[in-house]
Structures are given as C-alpha cells and as structure tokens.
C-alpha cells in the first residue's frame, strides 16, 4: 500500500498550478491529521487552500485503487460521510458560492456533482450560471462513475443541465456510454 492524496479535481489543480497558474481548491475537510497533510501537500504544490473549509470530527472521504496485471483499476470508496459531501449545505455555503464569479474559470466534474444532493447541485449550477453571467467559463469534466448517483434519470438530468451552462465539456466515451446506452458515439 502506498499513501497519496489525488482525484481527479485535485489532480487538475495542482497540474495547472504546476504550470504557474493561480489555482485555489474548494472544498471542505476535517480537522484531523490527514486532512491537516492533504492541506499541506496542496500548499507546497502551489495550489490555494483558503477556500477550504474545515469541519470537526469530519474526515476526507477516501479510496483505494487495486490495479490489475493489465494496469486496469478498480476503485474502492469510503466517502459517505466525507466532509465535502457537506460542502452545500454549511453556514460558509453562500460566501463560497458568491466567490465563484471572481475566478476566470471554474472546473468541476460529474464525480463532484454527484455528492451532493438535488438542492446542493441545484445551488452549485445556479451559482455557476450566475457566475457566468459575470465572465467567468464554467469547464465540466464528464467523469461518470455510476455508483455515486442514485440512478441514471437523476445523473442525466444534472449533466444536461450542465452541459446547458458548461463552456468546455470534458467528454469521454468512456464516460458518456453507461449514462446514454444505445446512444452513439456521435
């Protein structure tokens, strides 16, 4: 077993702020030791962390990946109580999402989406819809797991409803097959 701290909006933020962009992250953790690291490594890799709320007696959600002989992964989560599931819904919520129209862009993909719940998606995609209005480009990555959501009608109500709003869509096959089958490539 090795110890890292990634997904795939981490791991976009720290690649942009290894390239010198200015990049903060928005989320929310605990107050324990791995949060209190995770906010570290971050720092040191440029990315900005004071929009990073804190939660006592929460804990990051977490994963682990088993790679086949073929480097295939499986991944296995532990995030139902992860302090970011609670990012919609804190007394800090709309002080974050008014923050949004001060950024160029904002990325953010399916997996994100998928922790909250309808009310909490529907105040993220108004927030971003409002931010847009100010100039800010909302980039939407389409990376679909299907467990994260409680079916597939709510999964492709909340994509086309950001696609609505989405300057650049991330779009995979991979990612858009299981959520539209029979659908083609096209």
Known sequence: FSRG??????NTAVYLARLGVAVDYITA??????????????????VGTGQVVRLPGKL????MIETDARGERKF?????SAAARSLMDLPQTD??????????????????LSLYGDNGRERLLRALKRARGGGTRFVFDT???????????VARAVFRSAFEIADIALASTEDLSPLYPGESNE
């Open 60 to 63: 990051p959600g977490l994963y």
């Open 76 to 80: 296995f989560h532990w995030r139902e």
């Open 29 to 46: 953790l605990g107050d324990d030791a791995l949060s209190d690291e995770m906010i570290s490594g971050w720092a040191a890799e440029g």
């Open 143 to 153: 990376n679909f797991r299907a467990r994260g959501w409680p079916d597939l009608d």
């Open 5 to 10: 701290y990634g997904g795939d909006t981490l």
């Open 95 to 112: 002080a974050i999402l008014n923050s949004l129209d001060r950024y160029e862009v904002v990325y953010l993909s399916a997996i994100t």
